[in-house]
T-cell receptor, first 113, second 109 residues
């Protein structure tokens, strides 16, 4: 297990289309987090899971966003009816517990045209 | 929302010099962490300091935490060109990390 894996690395989509990103965390990590980052800004928290339970969801996450972590392993983040404002880097991270540092994936860069 | 504020926003130094970055936050925390991000990449965890600790070292990194002032500093000693990156502080206030805006460090050879 070499770290947190995110796919795809890049995604270009037309406005109004749905997109889905996948994150495979470090296998023994219970916690999984999704963040969004735009150019020149720090990562903004979106949501996080402990095992399969989604414990918190940011107000930034509109009804068009949904995240799942079936069976407490990999996670998916889906954006429906994409808008140009959704263009950003979507980062996934995992950690063993809530008191440890996070291991981040390389991110998925979304461009909505 | 961003809790931490880093200062300065950008820092340019010569190789061999020390770099100091500061972070201020607003609410009580369990711990504070520092991360590095190279352009277009994911973040890399550097160091974690708990709320009951005042100073921590890791290699060329030194982190201090002053909970009474709600502030932290990251010192990188004897900087190298490879240290060029963005550095973020992040506070754990229960459940997840909240990141600041970052300091962009440029180390010139």
């Amino acid at each position: 297990d070499t770290g947190v894996s995110q796919n795809p690395r890049h995604k270009i989509t037309k406005r109004g289309q749905n997109v889905t990103f996948r994150c495979d965390p470090i296998s023994e990590h219970n916690r999984l987090y999704w963040y969004r980052q735009t150019l020149g800004q720090g990562p903004e928290f979106l949501t996080y899971f402990q095992n399969e339970a989604q414990l918190e969801k940011s107000r930034l996450l509109s009804d068009r966003f949904s995240a799942e972590r079936p069976k407490g392993s990999f996670s998916t983040l889906e954006i429906q009816r994409t808008e140009q404002g959704d263009s950003a880097m979507y980062l996934c991270a995992s950690s063993p517990s809530n008191t440890d540092g996070y291991t981040f994936g390389s991110g998925t860069r979304l461009t909505v045209v | 929302s961003q809790q931490g504020e880093e200062d300065p926003q950008a820092l340019s130094i010569q190789e061999g010099e020390n770099a100091t970055m500061n972070c201020s936050y607003k609410t009580s925390i369990n711990n504070l962490q520092w991360y590095r991000q190279n352009s277009g990449r994911g973040l890399v965890h550097l160091i974690l300091i708990r709320s009951n600790e005042r100073e921590k070292h890791s290699g060329r990194l030194r982190v201090t935490l002053d909970t009474s002032k709600k502030s932290s500093s990251l010192l990188i000693t004897a900087s190298r060109a490879a240290d060029t990156a963005s550095y973020f502080c992040a506070t754990d206030a229960g459940g997840k990390l909240i990141f600041g805006q970052g300091t962009e460090l440029s180390v010139k050879p």
